[in-house]
């Protein structure tokens, strides 16, 4: 059984972390389903051993680290007020590219973490769940970000996937029919190129 430090101690080693800290190795990574109906690979796996007692099964996956997502404040109030704090994990990008993609926010999905750079990890914001502040006691605390510049960021790319406008399933079924006309003409040789060569 694991060994709790005191409820001041406690406190003391939940306040060390931030938003963006993490810890790596193989954690689990869990989340709801209704076994008649599994969407994922993993749940369609657990789906026979499912237990209903809750209204919903749990499934569970393996990831790289988790990353923690709520606000520095509220990690930093007490466990008693707030016992909770959201978690994402650590997705593995597939190339570099795909890492300094992140970095430039161009996925909204996913956070870059400063220290993690080069290692093509980043957070997945799609896959956020909640665990209670007395497992932050005891993993391995990683720093995400060295420099004020840093965290704001990151707090920026999560609120940023928060507040993203919600668009009609028609104003993006049209944005896709204008993006191919573009990309269309522009692969069209123009009359005035055709007429100066």
Known sequence: MTE??????????????SQGDFVRGDHAFLWGFHPDRPL???STAQAQDADLTLGFALAGS??????VVSQTC???RSFEERPFVQVAPLYEMQDEEAERAVQRRSYPRYAFLPNLGGSR??????RIFTVEKSMLAIWDRQPGCSTDDQRRS???????????????????RTSRSQLARISLAAAKP???????A
């Not at 790319?157 to 009609?168: D, E, G, K, Q, S």
């Not at 123009?190 to 100066?196: A, K, R, V």
């Open 4 to 17: 709790f430090p005191d409820d001041r101690d406690l406190q003391r080693a939940i306040s060390r972390w």
């Open 40 to 42: 994922t690979e993993a």
């Open 62 to 67: 393996e990831v790289k680290g988790l990353t």
């Open 74 to 76: 509220d990690i930093l």
């Open 121 to 126: 990890l980043v957070v997945d914001l799609d």
């Open 154 to 172: 990151l707090t920026e790319t999560i609120r940023r996937y928060y507040t993203r406008p919600a668009l009609p399933e028609l104003t993006f």
């Open 190 to 196: 123009s009359i005035s190129h055709s007429l100066s």
